[in-house]
Structure formats: C-alpha cells, structure tokens
C-alpha cells in the first residue's frame, strides 16, 4: 500500500445553487491544498508534517473557515481553535481562543511538542505563542468583509449561525436562508504513509455569532479530532453534536471493539448523528480513506499513492 | 437489578504515607457527600440534579482539589474547570479557566442548559456567569494555604505535581515518577497534591449522569486545560452508564476513557466492571488515573492504576463503601 490523504473545508448546508464564482475559488482551494500534501509525501515527509502543512495551507486562505476568513465572534473578534494528534504515539495538541496565531495548527503541534500539557487556551496560549516566536499577526489579518456581513446577518436574525456559504444576502433580502442551521465551517487533514502511521489535524474560526469563549469540537480529541493506530478522523458540522456523539473516536472504536471496516464505522457514524450536522475524513492504517456527511454538501478531496486524487463538494460528485 | 446507585471520588493519586488523620478527613467528606447523594436519591431527585448537588458540596470543601482548594497555576491564581453530562439524551455543560464563580460544576450546567453551546471558557464563561447571577467569590476564597505552600515548593522543584512528579521538560513524554525529597511541614510534599472531583449517578428510573470539576494540575501553565471539563475523556453519560475520571489528564485524553467505558459496552458488550477494568488495564498507556462509573442497571464501579484513589459508592440495596487504597 501507498500513502493517503484526504482534506476537508467544511460539511454543511452547500447549496447546489452556489454560484461559480463561490464554487470555483474554493474547489481550486481545494486542489491545490490536495497537491501540497502530495508533494509533502512524495518528499517523504512524515503523517504528522503532511498534515499540519495541509492545514496551514487551509487556515491561509481566506475561502474557509479557519484562520484568515475565520467566522466571527458576537463581538466581531476571531477566536481560533485547532488540534492535531498522531496515531502511533497518540500525541497530540490543542489550542482555543486564539486571536493572532498566523496558523493555529502549528501552535497546537508546538503545545504537543514542547509542553508537558496537551491543551492551552486563550491568553495562556497566546503568551505561549509568543515564547515559542510563532508567526503572530494583528487580528485584523483573519477578519474579512464577508464574515463582517454574516455576522451582521446572523445577529439582524439574532441566531448563532453555523453556515457560512450562504451567499451574502443584502440586508431586507427576502430570500429565506435554507434552515437558518446550516453549517460550515472547520478544515481538516488526515493522512497516513506506506507504514500505516497516522496523523490528523483540525483548525477552525468556530460559530458566526458565537458566545465569546465558545470551545466547539475541533480542539476536543475524540470529537472533533482523533488517530489512534487504526485510522486517523477529523470531522466538521455542529460542534455540539459532535462533541456529544464523540465521532471522531466512535469512528476508530467501531473499529477496534466492533471489528467494522474504515468505511462502514465512519458511515455507521454519520448516519446516526442528527441529520444536517455531521461530516468527517478518516484514512485507515491500510491506506483506506473515506468521506462521509449528513448535511447537504461537504468540501472534500483525496489522493493516493497510485495516482488517484479527487474533489468535491456534493454527495456521489467526486470528480477526479 | 437495578435502583439507584452513586458513586464518588475525590482524586486518584495519593501518597502512600498519607497520614492518617488526613485519611480520616478525606473519607468523611466522602461519606458525608454519599449520604447527602442518598438522602437526594431517596428524595427521587434526577441523576442531573444528584451529581450537582455532590459535586458541588466537593467544591465547596477545601479538602480536595476543586473549587475552594483548587491547585494554583504558575502565577498563583486559579483556574478551575468542570463538566457535566445527562445520559438520556447526552446533553453536556462544560467550562474551563473560571477565576470567581463559586461553584464552577453549576455554571457547566448552566452553559448546558441556557446557552446554545456545550463548553465556554475564561472570560466568556465569566462573563456569561455574570449574566447568569451565579454566585461569585474573589479570586482568593479559592486559595488555601497549603495549596500556596505546594506551589512554592513545586516551583523550587521546578516541576508540576501531582501524586508523583512530573519534570518541566522539553520533547519527552513526562511521565516519569521521581523521587521527591521535597517535603512541607515534615511531610512529603505529595500529600498535599490534590486531585480532580467527580460524582456519577444512577437513579431510580435508570438515568445517569456524570460531573467532573477541577483546579488542575499544581503549577501548570495559565491557559492550561485538563481532562475534567473534555466530553469523552474526563465526564461521559449515555443511556448505558456514567462515567467520571481522575489522574494524569494527558493520559485520559489520549486513552478518550470516559467514552471507551461506554463504547466497550456499546460496541463489544462488555458489562461496567468488565469495561472499567479494560479501560484501566489497556487504555492508559504509561499513565496514571482513576474512574468510577455506574450502569442503567443499578450497578456501580470504580478502578484505577495509580497509588490509591479517594472514592465511595452506595448503591439501593444498602451497600456503602468509602475507600483510598486497592
């Protein structure tokens, strides 16, 4: 077997009516997060750099919701959350609130790496960020005017909304927003090389409108994010319901206390969460990947050794 | 089977020359916290309300490490954490880095039942406190004495505690133990390093819940969260058990233990002592905890892999325990 990797921008309600000029620049997104984790592991680069050089690609651009286009706060401020674990050790990092950490992933990889902890969260993990002299910017760099409007959307319709495709609507639009519940947001990477070894990474902007210190699932290992010597999951959609489900460790549990396969586990998951909530990416030790969601659309793509990559956004339309 | 059950703990990780009047405190606070549990249970108070309630009596003690008597940060304030699960439909509360609210296990509950999210933390959980009129308390109120003392020693160790020592250091894995020569008013200093707190209970109808709430680890990094309030590691509830666990948080995170509880019965049809056993035999690694659970059926477990845990367990048929040692 060869190595494998998918990636994710994000599971929620993605209308088939999404515009080109919204589709475009995030399937080329996408593609080329895809080809940077090829390029990594034909360079022989570990699980765990795939990974976190997958995701920091992810968190730079603006199109999803993670670093810079991070959703906001109900105080219009960015609070990032990421984590990252790898399988065979089990290591792994967390961090919540961040406010001016360039690529929360690398922050999380450093809490893993040089810290006797696992997880640190808002001013102690920005002093850490600053003792470690990770690339740190002015908050203003994440915040982008499309984010300023749904946040001014989310708050005129007084909802925590989870959605962020959402075409901008003018202000007095009629056009009703599909459920009001729709949910994007989170980008995620797992691989795993020739050897089995397994790695996953998780980064987010969290809710639009979120409370102010909202921790959703991403930083949580085994909801949000999880590899164990099995598979490698990172999953996206309504942070609550993932958390309660703890999907990303049901997902390897199934595995190891059911015997299910990579495939079945991850479906068997997904289809017993609440409907519209739930996404995930796993790769199993064999070199197996999978990518299945509950909600409309989830942005996804995949590659393989043997040469096979794909994209996609809705279900049964990878396309190679 | 069947009937309620409740179990409790104050900690995993005791020094194993704990003196005896110590020994004695401990197992009265929990005695006293199991019989306010039955008393509630009795009273046929939910398992919600149950673990609240105890939890929220351990908070209160300076005895263990939560509330009043949390473990200091580095910079000698604290940051306490907790979370709260109800089995039935798993809804989940939980907070992390809250400095001045008196009873961080009530304001998860809060964040559960009258928020739209499942976990806030530092100055949003404090903030949304404020709006919720929890009870608050200056910062101090938390800091006992000998939690002060630990914290100067552990510094001039140069090391963060808890039963045994673990060394600041850089890439390794810290999971050494080390011999401590360290010692505060003639005893080692591990006799003062306090633990987690948690309660899980059963009731009559066959509802558990699970609440876990902390000070953390002794001289750890401000920012810095623990297993306690980590749904699927610390505190887990589901329609088949409670869970709620004690130790080396890293080693709960990783080893996800709360939910591997529920997930070995679940999904390998293992009963509660048999998937407590599994979990604390195969799913800590070099790590060093402690839970206790209770099933849908009545029943009720505990474990751990450290030196001691601080626990009790009453269940309907009269049974009581309080217990430290193997």
Known sequence: MGWAIALHGGAGDIPRSLPLERREPREAALRHCLQIGVDAFNSHRSPLDVVELVVRELENNPHFNAGVGSVLTSNGTVEMEACIMDGITKRCGAVSGLSTVKNAISLARLVMEKTPHIYLGFDGAEAFAREQGIETVDSSHFITPENIERLKQAKEANRVQIDYTQPIKKVGDKIPVPDGDSQIGTVGCVAVDGHGNLATATSTGGLVNKMVGRIGDTPIIGAGTYANNLCAVSATGRGEAIIRGTVARDVAALMEYKGLSLNDAATYVVEGAPSGTTGLIAVSAKGEVTMPFNTTGMFRACASEDGYTAVGIWPGELRE | ?326
């Open chain 2, 1 to 326: 089977m069947g009937g309620w059950a409740i179990a409790v703990h104050g900690g995993a990780g005791v020094d194993p020359n704990l003196p005896q009047d110590r020994q004695e405190e401990a197992k009265q606070l929990l005695t006293r916290c199991l019989n306010l549990g039955i008393s509630a249970l009795r009273s046929s108070l939910p398992a919600i309300d149950v673990v609240e309630l105890i939890v929220r009596e351990l908070e209160s003690d300076p005895l263990f490490n939560s509330g009043r008597g949390s473990a200091l940060t580095e910079n000698g304030t604290v940051e306490m954490e907790a979370s709260i699960m109800d089995g039935p439909d798993r809804r989940c509360g939980a907070v992390s880095g809250i400095t001045t609210v008196k009873n961080p296990i009530s304001l998860a509950r809060l964040v559960m039942e009258k928020s739209p999210h499942s976990y806030l933390a530092f100055s949003g959980a404090q903030e949304f406190a404020k709006q919720q009129g929890v009870e608050m308390a200056d910062n101090n109120y938390f800091i006992t004495e000998d939690n002060v003392g630990m914290l100067k020693l552990a510094k001039e160790a140069n090391s963060i505690m808890f039963d045994y020592r673990i060394p600041i250091c850089g890439s390794e894995p810290c999971s050494a133990v080390v011999e401590s020569p360290i010692q505060m008013n003639g005893l080692p200093i591990s006799v003062y390093a306090p633990e987690t707190v948690g309660c899980v209970v059963v009731d009559s109808q066959g509802r558990c819940a699970a609440a876990t709430s902390t000070g953390g680890l002794m001289n750890k990094m401000t920012g810095r969260i623990g297993d306690s309030p980590l749904i699927g590691a610390g505190t887990y509830a589901c329609d088949l058990c409670g869970v709620s666990c004690t130790g080396e948080g890293e080693a709960i995170i990783r080893g996800t233990l709360a939910r591997d509880v529920a997930a070995l019965m679940e999904y390998k049809g293992l009963n509660l002592q048999e998937a407590v056993d599994y979990v604390i035999k195969k799913r800590l690694d070099h790590g060093k905890a402690g839970l206790i659970a209770v099933s849908s059926n009545g029943e009720v477990a505990y474990g751990f892999n450290s030196v001691g845990m601080f626990r009790g367990f009453a269940t309907e048929d009269g049974s009581m325990e309080v217990g430290i040692w193997e």
